[in-house]
């Protein structure tokens, strides 16, 4: 089995003939799929990603294989499982986020990475450009940093009163480190003050605590360890009285004030219209028209 083709089927090729999957290969195809978070949080996005290959053919333990790994927001579990998909063979990774994908990057530069969602591949070095990512790199972008001077624009509308708004992301992420700064240039007229930064889970709670009557608001930068971590930040800024900015919806469901989403099923790559070029794609959403590039 080619990777070229496995990597065809996850940009929403129409599928190998019905005569070719009838002939059961002597070896399945391995997808490693790397889930940056937790079984329970990106359930939504494993079950689309998995109906999408079933509609094309491809069924776990009968067609192909999946190697499921989840690194529970650790980022330093990332080079152990990259590690261990080379060890296996796998004919192509899938995965999300930005630190997983540079992880897995710097452990392979022939295997195929196909990232499902990332903030700002450019920006972050991942891929060339989007018109032409290059290298062993493909996937798409859900523009995180961009959309940063939008999500405080309608914080400021929805509570016209904020004047402080403070910034809660991972700091240890290049990605974060783009989204922070974009949300402070665009920030004059509200009047940012406050900004943080957490690295581990045991520095949210003394991050949150510390707003008290220092800020009006919060803006939350989402990545995989604040993704694992979203409830007890909605908990903790709600028992402060701080209206809460998140990127997805995912947050509205445990318990946040506001969301400014982008794209829906962000591994459901497969049914999505991509730019293609020599076996690699890049996937832009368009926030002005609601459409994909």
């Not at 999957?21 to 889930?35: E, T, V, Y």
């Not at 999500?151 to 974060?176: K, Q, T």
């Amino acid at each position: 089995m080619r990777r070229r083709e496995l990597i065809k089927l996850l940009g929403g090729a129409a599928g190998w003939p019905v005569a070719a999957q009838a002939q059961q290969p002597s070896k399945l195809p391995i997808i490693g799929f790397l889930g940056a978070t937790t079984p329970s949080i990106w359930s939504a996005f494993v079950a689309a990603f998995q109906q999408r290959l079933r509609e094309l053919g491809w069924i776990d333990d009968s067609t192909v294989t999946i190697e499921y790994r989840w690194a529970q927001g650790r980022d330093e579990l990332y080079a152990a499982f990259a590690a261990e998909f080379i060890r296996l063979k796998v004919d192509v990774i899938v995965t999300a986020g930005t630190d997983a994908i540079i992880t897995v990057m710097q452990a392979t530069s022939e295997i195929p990475i196909v990232f499902a969602a990332v903030g700002d591949p450019v920006g972050t070095g991942l891929v060339a450009s989007l018109a032409h990512p290059g290298g062993n790199v493909t996937g798409l972008s859900n523009e995180q940093a961009d959309l940063a001077g939008y999500r405080l624009e309608l914080l400021h509308e929805v509570v016209p009163s904020v004047h402080r708004v403070a910034l809660l992301g991972n700091i240890g992420s290049p990605l974060i480190l783009l989204e922070m700064k974009a949300a402070e240039e665009a920030a004059p007229k509200l009047g940012l003050e406050v900004r943080l930064g957490v690295k581990k889970t045991e520095d949210v709670d003394s991050a949150i605590e510390s707003l008290r009557d220092r800020a009006d608001a919060l803006y939350v930068c989402t990545d995989p360890l604040i993704s694992t971590n979203r409830v007890r930040i909605n908990i903790l800024a709600i028992g402060e009285k701080l209206p809460t900015m998140n990127s997805f919806r995912e947050y509205v469901r445990s318990l946040t004030a506001l969301t400014f989403r982008i794209c829906s099923a962000v591994l459901a790559i497969s049914s999505t219209r991509f730019c293609v070029g020599s076996s690699r794609l890049i996937c832009q959403w368009n926030s002005r028209s609601n459409s994909i590039l």
